[in-house]
Nanobody
């Protein structure tokens, strides 16, 4: 019943930008905090950013701070991740997840995951 769908990934050159979307259905979106995670081949999945449902607080990994911006539109049941000044090391599959709340970039009470969208940064 619950579905999270990521979109907006693609191939960009270093320094370029992408905006990822996480569209949710089948859940009361405003009751959930949403986190963005990424996983590169051979590496563990790590938290990128998280946005709280309670007060809209946002959190970022040090590696993306100042370059990425997370936001949410509860009316559209969608969370966005604006990614600017992209670097090759940002290359990964990006996933969104819905949970109870944010602890920094970590999401606790995770109930749902999307399927991911590929981001490739290459010259």
């Amino acid at each position: 019943q619950v579905q999270l769908v990521e979109s907006g990934g693609g191939l960009v050159q270093p320094g370029g930008s992408l905006r990822l979307s996480c569209a949710a259905s089948g859940l009361t979106f405003r009751y959930h905090s949403i986190g963005w995670f990424r996983q590169a081949p051979g590496k563990e999945r790590g938290g990128v950013s998280c946005i709280s449902n309670s007060d809209g607080s946002t959190y970022y990994a040090d590696s993306v701070k100042g370059r990425f911006t997370i936001s949410r539109d509860n009316a559209k049941n969608t969370v966005y991740l604006q990614m600017n000044s992209l670097k090759p090391e940002d290359t990964a599959i990006y996933y969104c997840a819905a949970g109870r709340g944010c602890l920094g970039t970590e999401l606790f009470g995770v109930n749902y995951w999307g399927q991911g969208t590929q981001v490739t940064v290459s010259s």
